[in-house]
């Protein structure tokens, strides 16, 4: 293969090159299998109906509901070397772009909305970032990425240090200890792999990250009955400064519980 017409230092590669290290932080892994049956005869229902949701639409509610109702200690970041809860519970979800690149969204009160009202408000941001328009993260990406090497790096710190260390935001360009959001969801299956975990990106000060697999059909035991099923493999990185696994646990029992009765995603939470 032609090496030559690969470009290698994308905008990602080289802000990544700057912000990571060698391992060594904290943090916690956990994974699933969730058996989304009646999620997946869910969105084929709302879809009939004339909503083009998908089951990344439905995860990202769950978790959203899960946060508020189930596991407020996930909804919380770390300032000034304190854990400190967020107002909202707002979704960061990975999008792909046009060239392959990998984008992302942020959804605000993710866990106040319908399904319906999540799936207009994704795929409209969605539509923005694939026609160019930017949101903080991106224009942060965009920006870093101009910066020489080992400037980045430099540049990097003094961010982190300034917004996450000290808890200092810049407002005019959407710049704070809590610019990503509550939690980042991603969908690897639609990419064609099974599984995987995901990073805790420095910059972002999520507590999790959650990424969804690939959907197959395995053989379950359901009332003590051999029958076929669609699993989801769903696996979590865990910022273990902020929480315990015992928080993950509570998580995906949570999301297995909706995941059984997805009809509870249209009632408008209080």
Same mark, same amino acid.
């Given at each position: 293969m032609d090496n030559s017409s690969i470009e290698f230092n994308t905008d990602w590669r080289k802000v990544a090159s700057s912000i990571y290290r060698k391992p060594r932080d904290s943090k916690i892994y956990g994974s699933v299998e969730v058996d989304v049956t009646e999620l997946e005869n869910f969105v084929a229902k709302k879809r009939k109906a004339g909503i083009k949701t998908t089951l990344t639409h439905l995860m990202t509610l769950i978790v959203g509901r899960a946060f508020s109702e189930e596991v407020p200690e996930l909804n919380a970041y770390i300032r000034r070397g304190k854990v400190v809860g967020r107002k909202s519970v707002d979704a960061m979800v990975s999008v792909l772009l046009k060239g392959g690149e990998m984008g992302s969204v942020r959804i605000p009160d993710a866990d106040r909305l319908t399904v319906a009202e999540l799936t207009e408000s994704i795929t409209k941001k969605i539509n923005e970032s694939r026609s160019g328009k930017e949101n903080s993260a991106m224009q942060s990406k965009h920006m870093l990425s101009s910066v020489p090497w080992p400037f980045r790096s430099w540049l990097f710190n003094i961010? #982190?240090?300034v917004t996450i260390d000290w808890g200092i935001s810049f407002p005019w360009v959407n710049l704070s200890s809590d =610019?990503?959001? =509550?939690y980042v969801i991603s969908n690897i299956g639609t990419l064609g792999l099974d599984s995987g975990f995901g990073a805790l990106l420095p910059s972002s000060n999520? =507590?999790?990250?959650?990424?969804?697999? #690939?959907?197959?059909k395995k053989p379950v035991v359901v009332n003590d009955e051999i029958v076929i099923r669609k699993i989801l493999n769903l696996s979590a990185t865990i910022?273990? &400064?902020v929480v315990d696994g015992s928080h993950g646990g509570k998580l995906f029992r949570?999301? &297995? #519980?909706?995941?059984r009765q997805p009809e509870l995603l249209d009632i408008k939470p209080e």
């Amino acid at each position: 293969m032609d090496n030559s017409s690969i470009e290698f230092n994308t905008d990602w590669r080289k802000v990544a090159s700057s912000i990571y290290r060698k391992p060594r932080d904290s943090k916690i892994y956990g994974s699933v299998e969730v058996d989304v049956t009646e999620l997946e005869n869910f969105v084929a229902k709302k879809r009939k109906a004339g909503i083009k949701t998908t089951l990344t639409h439905l995860m990202t509610l769950i978790v959203g509901r899960a946060f508020s109702e189930e596991v407020p200690e996930l909804n919380a970041y770390i300032r000034r070397g304190k854990v400190v809860g967020r107002k909202s519970v707002d979704a960061m979800v990975s999008v792909l772009l046009k060239g392959g690149e990998m984008g992302s969204v942020r959804i605000p009160d993710a866990d106040r909305l319908t399904v319906a009202e999540l799936t207009e408000s994704i795929t409209k941001k969605i539509n923005e970032s694939r026609s160019g328009k930017e949101n903080s993260a991106m224009q942060s990406k965009h920006m870093l990425s101009s910066v020489p090497w080992p400037f980045r790096s430099w540049l990097f710190n003094i961010y #982190k240090v300034v917004t996450i260390d000290w808890g200092i935001s810049f407002p005019w360009v959407n710049l704070s200890s809590d =610019s990503f959001g =509550s939690y980042v969801i991603s969908n690897i299956g639609t990419l064609g792999l099974d599984s995987g975990f995901g990073a805790l990106l420095p910059s972002s000060n999520v =507590s999790i990250v959650l990424i969804m697999g #690939k959907v197959y059909k395995k053989p379950v035991v359901v009332n003590d009955e051999i029958v076929i099923r669609k699993i989801l493999n769903l696996s979590a990185t865990i910022d273990h &400064r902020v929480v315990d696994g015992s928080h993950g646990g509570k998580l995906f029992r949570y999301i &297995r #519980k909706l995941a059984r009765q997805p009809e509870l995603l249209d009632i408008k939470p209080e």
